[in-house]
């Protein structure tokens, strides 16, 4: 069975520009999370779906981050206008359910520098 | 945000050696985790611990549940080339869904 899915795997834009992450979970998977990973650091939850519902979305800094789970499958985020401190891995995982501690699986990643 | 603290931030040791790493939070939490990534990929989960002073194992690697809550140890034994990766603990309360919080993560480096 094919794992969490994420696309681009690396991307180099310049700031101000805008940028779209897309992610393809587990099939089945009911929960969706993005996480942003700086550097020399542990992952941090941007935001979490329960199929197509954005449940928390405290960590997103909406003025310029948005992301959609319009069919409640896969998701995308985008970042609009990207700032240099943007630059970081942002991670989407998925799990089965959101009741206690499910396993979460994540994807590979997507690697953004902005220049 | 909060991000639990790991030591050693990074060690280097030589294969075949044991290593030991710890995780301490400010916060009780009632799930621990492990996680390993390599460079590249996500992270994946190596033992989840669900119960204070709960030792598990998975093969080399054994972890344990702090019975204050605020801490966890992960120990591999027999290091192998393979085990080369970033470790990160993360904690997590229960109780409907709670958000993950990891840790700074302890990068590992194995001599052959």
């Known amino acids: 069975e094919a794992g969490v899915v994420q696309s681009p795997r690396y991307k180099i834009i310049e700031k101000k520009q805008p940028v779209a992450f897309w992610c393809n979970p587990i099939?089945?998977?009911?929960?969706l999370y993005w996480y942003l990973q700086n550097l020399g650091q542990g992952p941090e939850l941007l935001i979490r779906y329960e199929n197509e519902e954005a449940v928390d979305d405290s960590q997103l800094p909406k003025d310029r981050f948005s992301a959609e789970r319009l069919k409640g499958v896969d998701s995308t985020l985008k970042i609009q206008p990207a700032e240099l401190g943007d630059s970081a891995v942002y991670l989407c995982?998925?799990?089965?359910?959101?009741?206690?501690?499910?396993?979460?699986?994540f994807g590979p990643g997507t690697r953004l520098t902005v220049l | 945000g909060q991000q639990l603290n790991q030591s050693p931030q990074s060690m280097f040791i030589q294969e075949g050696e044991d290593v030991s790493m710890n995780c301490t939070s400010s916060s009780i939490f009632n799930t621990w985790l492990w996680y390993k990534q390599d460079p590249g990929e996500g992270p994946v989960l190596l033992i989840a611990l669900y119960k204070a002073g709960e030792l598990t194992s998975n093969g080399r690697l054994t972890a344990q549940f702090g019975i204050t809550r605020k801490d966890s140890f992960l120990n591999i034994s027999a290091s192998i080339p393979s085990d080369v990766g970033i470790y990160f603990c993360a904690g997590q309360l229960t109780g409907g869904y709670q958000k993950v919080t990891f840790g700074t993560g302890t990068k590992l480096q194995v001599i052959p």
């Open positions: 995982a998925s799990s089965l359910a959101r009741s206690s501690y499910n396993e979460q699986f």
């Open positions: 099939s089945g998977h009911n929960t």
